[in-house]
């Protein structure tokens, strides 16, 4: 990522948002605005764009991601959860990341940036619950294709 940086008064260089901070604070804000724009009605028979799906027509982890931030921006909570379970946590990380990110004058993640070279004992445990958030998106995306594969109805199809 880029760094700008501006002379300012005393001779002092004072750093500003870069332009991958700045295309990520604007794709952000621009998902939260469709979400909240797009009806869920709209939503629900829009375009396939994930390649796994058309490719197999089966869903991906990520499948239903977008419909479920339509849906909590309409505030259908439990919809959303339906929709993926990831949907509402992403949303809510994804709103805390913006905030703190324009609240840090556009150094994107400055707070975690500073808790994660505070220690390494911080690294260690952010790296830990990272993975298990990783394993549990995998297997929470393996047992909706097993679902869809066998029909077991437990989650919202996605076609």
């Known amino acids: 990522m880029s760094v700008q940086r501006e002379l300012v008064a005393g001779g002092q260089i004072r ?10 604070v604007a794709v952000v804000t621009s998902a939260m ?5 797009v009806s869920p009605a709209q ?3 829009g375009p396939v764009l994930c390649p796994f799906r058309l490719a ?7 499948c ?3 419909r479920s931030w339509v849906a909590l921006a309409h505030g259908d909570v ?3 959860f339906a929709l993926n379970l990831f949907g509402p946590p992403t949303m809510v990380l994804a709103v ?6 324009v609240a840090s004058r556009g150094r994107a993640g400055a707070v975690l940036t500073a808790a994660w070279n505070s220690s390494p004992r911080v690294r260690r445990r952010a790296m830990i619950a990272l993975a298990v958030v990783v394993v549990l998106w995998l297997g929470y995306g393996a047992a909706r294709i097993a679902d869809a594969l066998v029909g077991w109805g437990v989650f919202v199809p996605v076609g």
Do not use: Q
């Open 43 to 45: 939503a629900a028979h």
């Open 64 to 66: 239903g991601l977008t």
């Open 33 to 37: 605005i469709v979400a909240a724009a």
């Open 56 to 62: 197999t027509g089966l869903p991906c982890p990520g």
């Open 96 to 101: 805390a990341w913006l905030v703190s990110t």
């Open 15 to 24: 750093r500003g948002p870069g332009t991958g901070t700045l295309a990520a």
């Open 78 to 80: 439990a919809g959303a």
